[in-house]
């Protein structure tokens, strides 16, 4: 089992930036891959960004590449997501999620996060 926890999430102006983080539960976190998924009101919830357990493999939307940076600290049991040059457009909740193994882009993934709530303003 792995609990995820998300933080980090807040108000900004658009072109700033925020960092969420995901801390993890378990003890074989670095067994698992990781992402981040999005869902704005009113939408589906949509695929943001994965990284592998190694943390050598990255993988990033086509809205998010360039502006976002997915990481992971396996002995911290964190994953991050740092968001550059923010948008109206990326307003949602951020979920983190994870799976065993390896990444699989859009998931599905069997743990998720409660989520936390970016707002960008215009």
């Known amino acids: 089992q792995v609990q995820l926890v998300e933080s980090g999430g807040g108000l900004v102006q658009a072109g700033g930036s925020l960092r969420l983080s995901c801390a993890a539960s378990?003890?074989?976190?670095?067994?698992?891959?990781m992402a981040w998924f999005r869902q704005a009101s009113g939408k589906e919830r949509e695929f943001v960004a994965a990284?592998?357990?190694?943390?050598?493999?990255?993988y990033y939307a086509d809205s998010v590449k360039g502006r976002f940076t997915v990481s992971r600290e396996n002995a911290k049991k964190t994953v991050s997501l740092q968001m550059n040059s923010l948008k109206p457009e990326d307003t949602a909740v951020y979920y983190c999620a994870a799976k065993r193994g390896a990444v699989v882009v859009g998931g599905p993934y069997d743990y998720w996060g409660q989520g936390t709530q970016v707002t960008v303003s215009s």
């Open positions: 378990g003890r074989t976190f670095s067994s698992y891959a």
């Open positions: 990284v592998s357990w190694s943390g050598g493999e990255t």
